[in-house]
């Protein structure tokens, strides 16, 4: 692997009609990621619905992404859970399967916690994992979570466990944070959640991207990721998903580029975006990435 992060597309994931994981399309969409430039996929993330996917459930996706032949260096897990032992239990299972990064967001039932209360979480989840514990990079999504990773937290995770708190993914879409984090910890893995920050974050230092969008844009994700180049269209397009729910959204982008409406499906609580929503969307798609081929 190279030095650099690189980009990892946050692999959506696929629900047939009955409500089970297509796990054969899914992988389909993981190869295709792969082959268009993506350094790994990024399985169980806010994309992924893996807040909606259980344990059981995440150990059949992994061992058949395995059995496919995608190496778990090219994987990296998403963990969503507030118990310290289900958030242990998950990440020791992807662990142990040999997959690259543990993405692991902060608990998020609770709200108003403090620095320390977070601190004594992750420092729990750790002691749980014992030696298994390795290449940690932590999840800053308030607008998801609602629980903030303020920079002097990320501090004293990195400080107290070194070689397990590797790297932050910074999916704030708050730029003054994101400069404060590169500048007081531009030598951890920072990932930029928000494709509008990504090539100038990348210009700054951090080491690339686990993006959404590059479920079908990989090619352009890419470049922002890797080589911190603008975008603009992208930028563009970014505020278009962000009219709707981004996972139905992202999705919906995906059925569209692939011509598979399986791709529509999501989990409740999620519900689909209307069919008038997904011509919005599309529309504004094709206005800023069709015309390049004319």
Same mark, same amino acid.
């Given at each position: 692997?190279? !030095?650099?992060?690189?980009?990892?597309v946050a =692999?959506?994931?696929?629900?047939? &009609?009955?409500?089970?994981?297509? +796990?054969?399309?899914?992988?389909?969409?993981?190869?295709?990621?792969? &082959?268009?430039?993506?350094?790994?996929?990024?399985?169980?993330?806010?994309?992924?619905?893996? /807040?909606?996917?259980?344990?059981?459930?995440?150990?059949?996706? =992994?061992?058949?992404?395995?059995?496919?032949?995608?190496?778990?260096? !090219?994987?990296?897990?998403?963990?969503?859970?507030?118990?310290?032992?289900?958030?242990?239990?998950?990440?020791?299972?992807?662990?142990?399967?040999?997959?690259?990064? +543990?993405?692991?967001?902060?608990?998020?039932?609770?709200?108003?916690?403090?620095?320390?209360?977070?601190?004594?979480?992750?420092?729990?989840?750790?002691?749980?994992?014992?030696?298994?514990?390795?290449?940690?990079?932590?999840?800053?999504?308030?607008?998801?979570?609602?629980?903030?990773?303020?920079?002097?937290?990320?501090?004293?995770? %990195?400080?107290?466990?070194?070689?397990?708190?590797?790297?932050?993914?910074? /999916?704030s879409g708050?730029? #003054?944070?994101?400069?404060?984090?590169?500048?007081?910890?531009?030598?951890?893995?920072?990932?930029?959640?928000?494709?509008?920050?990504?090539?100038?974050?990348?210009?700054?230092?951090?080491?690339?991207a686990i993006?959404?969008?590059?479920?079908?844009? #990989? %090619?352009?994700?890419?470049?922002?990721?890797?080589?911190?180049?603008?975008?603009?269209?992208?930028?563009?397009?970014?505020?278009? =998903?962000?009219?709707?729910?981004?996972?139905?959204?992202?999705?919906?982008?995906?059925?569209?580029?692939?011509?598979?409406?399986?791709?529509?499906?999501?989990?409740?609580?999620?519900?689909?975006?209307?069919?008038?929503?997904?011509?919005?969307?599309?529309? &504004?798609?094709?206005?800023?990435?069709?015309?390049?081929?004319?």
């Amino acid at each position: 692997m190279s !030095r650099k992060f690189g980009l990892s597309v946050a =692999l959506t994931t696929p629900f047939d &009609a009955s409500g089970n994981i297509a +796990i054969g399309t899914m992988i389909k969409q993981a190869e295709l990621s792969l &082959a268009s430039g993506c350094s790994s996929v990024t399985l169980f993330g806010t994309t992924g619905e893996g /807040s909606s996917i259980g344990t059981q459930e995440r150990e059949r996706v =992994l061992d058949a992404f395995l059995g496919a032949g995608i190496a778990g260096e !090219r994987m990296i897990a998403g963990i969503m859970a507030d118990s310290v032992e289900n958030a242990a239990a998950q990440a020791k299972s992807a662990l142990t399967r040999g997959v690259r990064n +543990i993405l692991l967001a902060p608990p998020f039932y609770f709200k108003n916690v403090s620095d320390e209360g977070l601190f004594q979480w992750f420092s729990a989840v750790f002691a749980r994992l014992g030696d298994e514990a390795r290449d940690i990079i932590v999840y800053n999504i308030p607008s998801v979570t609602m629980v903030p990773l303020s920079v002097a937290l990320i501090g004293r995770l %990195r400080d107290a466990f070194p070689g397990i708190v590797t790297g932050v993914k910074d /999916s704030s879409g708050d730029w #003054p944070y994101t400069e404060a984090l590169l500048k007081a910890h531009g030598d951890l893995i920072i990932l930029i959640g928000d494709e509008r920050h990504l090539a100038k974050g990348v210009r700054l230092g951090g080491q690339g991207a686990i993006s959404g969008m590059a479920n079908f844009v #990989p %090619r352009e994700i890419r470049l922002m990721a890797e080589e911190g180049k603008d975008d603009p269209r992208v930028e563009s397009f970014v505020p278009e =998903l962000l009219k709707f729910p981004v996972t139905a959204a992202v999705k919906a982008m995906v059925a569209h580029i692939s011509g598979e409406e399986i791709w529509l499906a999501v989990r409740p609580p999620l519900v689909s975006i209307s069919g008038e929503g997904r011509n919005q969307l599309i529309g &504004a798609f094709d206005t800023l990435f069709r015309s390049r081929a004319a």
